[in-house]
């Protein structure tokens, strides 16, 4: 029997996604790196599905090098200090360029799903 589970068709690895879910979150205000991974996790398109906080931090210190995201220290809570990113004005150009980006997404997406319900038999019509 065939495993689906783990198969990329799930659609639960959205990874070309990840960086502009990241602009779209920070774009509301500043956030720790863990927050940033659940709010990302709540959002429509990740089905509830928390990314890996590692992976966004990676994300976030990659983003950083390339000016598109700042970060600096947060004292305030009693705990221990913890890194708080906020969009740069680079970032905020980036973030515009993806809405392109993702409406050309979604139109292609839309015309292959045309195309594979039809070559599913028309059998997921919705």
């Not at 210190?61 to 390339?66: D, G």
């Not at 809405?99 to 139109?107: F, G, S």
Request: overall charge neutral.
């Amino acid at each position: 029997m065939l495993e689906l589970v783990n198969c990329p068709c799930t659609g639960a690895t959205l990874d070309r996604l990840i960086q502009p879910a990241i602009l779209v979150v920070l774009a509301e205000g500043p956030l720790h790196g863990y927050r940033v991974a659940e709010r990302i996790g709540e959002m429509p398109g990740f089905g509830g599905q928390k990314p890996d906080a590692s992976g966004i931090y990676r994300f976030l210190k990659s983003m950083e090098q390339k000016g598109l995201v700042v970060s600096s220290w947060d004292l305030s809570d009693s705990g221990p200090a913890k890194k708080c990113y906020q969009l740069a004005p680079e970032g905020k150009e980036c973030l515009e360029h993806w809405i392109k980006t993702l409406e050309a997404y979604r139109h292609g997406i839309t015309e292959l799903l045309r195309a594979a319900r039809k070559a599913a038999g028309g059998r997921h019509e919705s």
